[in-house]
């Protein structure tokens, strides 16, 4: 195995955890936040996650020797941003987090529900989730008009490195947000003595509570844009990069993954789709019995990123909320567009995707369950309605 090692394959690992780490850390802080953790907590969750799917990905590399690379869900964490707090606060949450992971492994074990997963309509899935991930999206633009000295920069910097090289425009949007903090922020007094508290690794055990409001606008769409957006999408990278994997087996490991991090506030690990992509290409290495090292290598990367989650978290709780929120929401616009063209091309279900997405976005909430939810429903029943009627 070790002969397989090369330093091109090393180099892309530390890329691809640096990558998937910096540009979706904060969706995943908003995400845990807006279902109820506390700061403390969503470092927790953070730090699970990111060593969850480190492990994940460097056992699947190991096991299979593919390039395997295991991400948190953030669709999932943009879709809790705007569920709103379940009835039972967050241990209400982390109990829909389990479920969530149940689904994930049952969908891998057993055949036909695995299949059922697949079968939801490809434009249906795709409209909940731009509706879910729109409203971050706005954040950006937001933060402008909140105050353009510390927005606009942001943004600015975003669009400019995105024009030449899209992959490195969160990462460098990030560290435009870290000299905003340093140079435009006016601290409080000891917020470094404060921030340099938070240096250990965050763990705070959230004993779960289930409540069917929660399971239901939650783990249910959680587990959906799980599989929709991630988990499937991943599977069909390997495969165009000519690998064969047997997706059951792949699916049930991350849902393992997901239980080891939910005690620790974790919402959901699955298979990485665009650092897939990464891992998984000729850049990885030309042989591509050898490119699984950059998935082992960046597993490792998520792992160390993961153990600094606290001073992280702790250095982004000095900023307005909405700055962090930008990042988020710039995080997000790639998935956003990807997800309203699938949405929308078929114009045979481009009414029901309409449906959805409105639905969704609207961020209704009725019986204490959240848009994505209904959303969800309505699509199914305006998508069989048209075609009941062009039957007739």
């Excluded at 409203?135 to 995105?162: E, H, K, R, S, Y």
Aim: hydrophobic share 60%; proline share 7%.
């Amino acid at each position: 195995m070790f002969k397989e090692f090369s330093p091109q394959a090393a180099f892309m690992g530390v890329l691809i955890a640096f990558v998937g780490f910096a540009s979706s850390f904060a969706v995943v802080l908003q995400g845990l936040k807006g279902v109820g953790a506390t700061d403390y907590q969503a470092a927790s969750g953070l730090m699970a996650l990111s060593i969850a799917m480190g492990l994940c990905g460097i056992v699947l590399s190991l096991w299979t020797r593919m390039p395997v690379s295991a991400a948190w869900s953030t669709p999932g964490a943009a879709l809790m941003v705007t569920a709103g707090v379940p009835v039972g606060g967050f241990p209400a949450a982390v109990g829909a987090f389990i479920v969530c992971a149940g689904l994930i492994v049952l969908a891998g074990l057993f055949r036909p529900f695995g299949r059922a997963v697949a079968s939801i309509p490809s434009p249906i899935a795709n409209a909940m989730l731009a509706g879910v991930i729109i409203t971050l999206c706005f954040a950006p633009f937001q933060a402008v008009a909140f105050d353009p000295m510390l927005g606009l920069p942001i943004l600015l910097v975003w669009a400019v490195v995105a024009t030449f090289k899209r992959l490195y425009a969160v990462p460098a949007a990030l560290l435009t947000f870290v000299v905003v903090i340093i140079f435009g922020v006016d601290l409080p007094d000891g917020a470094m003595a404060s921030w340099a508290k938070s240096l250990a690794p965050p763990v705070e055990l959230v004993t779960p509570v289930f409540t069917l409001p929660a399971l239901v606008s939650i783990a249910l769409p959680l587990f959906i844009v799980t599989m929709a957006s991630q988990n499937i999408p991943g599977i069909a990278i390997l495969k165009v990069n000519k690998y064969e994997p047997n997706p059951g087996p792949l699916f049930a490991t991350t849902g393992v993954f997901t239980f080891l991090a939910t005690p620790f506030g974790g919402q959901a690990v699955n298979l990485a789709a665009i650092t897939a992509a990464m891992c998984a290409g000729e850049d990885a290495h030309p042989d591509p019995k050898r490119r699984y090292w950059a998935a082992i290598i960046g597993g490792i990367g998520y792992i160390l990123l993961g153990l600094s989650a606290g001073a992280v978290t702790g250095f982004v709780s000095l900023a307005p909320p909405i700055l962090i929120q930008a990042v988020a929401g710039l995080a997000l616009i790639g998935a956003f567009s990807g997800s309203a063209v699938a949405a929308f091309k078929d114009t045979e279900t481009r009414e029901a995707a309409a449906v959805t997405f409105l639905v969704t976005a609207s961020g209704i909430s009725i019986l204490g369950i959240a848009g994505a939810f209904w959303g969800l429903i309505a699509g199914v029943a305006m998508l069989g309605l048209v075609k009941v009627a062009r039957k007739g």
